[in-house]
Each structure stands twice: as structure tokens, then as C-alpha cells.
């Protein structure tokens, strides 16, 4: 199995037990060597916060700091790499956070957790 790269909807529902993941999909989070996160995550989860779409007990940067260090979770960093990349993708999917999510896994060969079927139309692995 690659490592994985969980989408920002996969994170958050992650953090609340599994929300619409399956079973085999948390099994395969649990079991995978490394599992990452993009940086534009926390961006999204920040901009959802901001707007009164996603509440947490804590402000959002901490809570994204305390899940992914309790979860080992690693942050990838947005580099000018995946930052051109994301914008060379073919325009299937807008969302700016998700040409984001798809460029990493391209640049770094990793799987995607997303309930997206969108992300399908790129030439990315996809787990869901």
C-alpha cells in the first residue's frame, strides 16, 4: 500500500470516528506506513471555520495542530512545484484547495482518501 494523502473532507471526518469513510478505508489509515495531510487543508479548514460552516471547541489551527501530531500526520507543504502543477491539471475540478490536495499526491506519488468523484478524472489513486 502507498502512503496516503487524506483529502480535508477525509481529515475531518477522520477526527469525528469515520464519518463517511468505510471500515477497510480507516483500516487501511490505521495500517498505512505514513499518512499526510496538505497544507491548504488547513487553510480550507480555516476558511469553513470563518464562515460558520465547521465549529470545533478550540480555534481551528490548534485543532489541526493537536489531530495531526495525536494522529502522526504529517503537513506537505504547498512548493511552487505543486503550485505550478496545480494550475497545468486539466480544469475537471475548480476548487482551488482540491487542484491543491490532487498536485501533492501527483508530486510526491500518493494516494488520495476522498469521497470525491471528481479527483477520479485526474491520474491519481484514489481510496475512499
Partial sequence: MSDLLLDTCALIWLAEGGGELSGKTLSL????????VSAISAWEIGLLCSRD?????????????????SQN?????????????????????????????????????LTIV??????MKYNV???T
Avoid at 30 to 35: L, M
Avoid at 53 to 69: G, I, M
Fill in 125 to 127: 489513486k484514489i481510496i
Fill in 114 to 119: 476522498s469521497a470525491d468523484k471528481n479527483l
Fill in 29 to 36: 489509515i490505521d495500517n498505512s506506513h505514513f499518512v499526510y
Fill in 53 to 69: 460552516q465547521l465549529k470545533f471547541a478550540v480555534q481551528p489551527e490548534e485543532w489541526f495542530k493537536k489531530f495531526t501530531l
Fill in 73 to 109: 500526520i504529517q503537513t506537505i507543504d504547498i512548493t511552487p512545484a505543486i503550485a505550478f502543477l496545480s494550475n497545468n491539471l486539466p480544469w475537471h475540478h475548480k476548487d482551488p484547495a482540491d487542484r491543491f490536495i490532487i498536485s501533492t499526491a501527483i508530486h510526491h506519488k
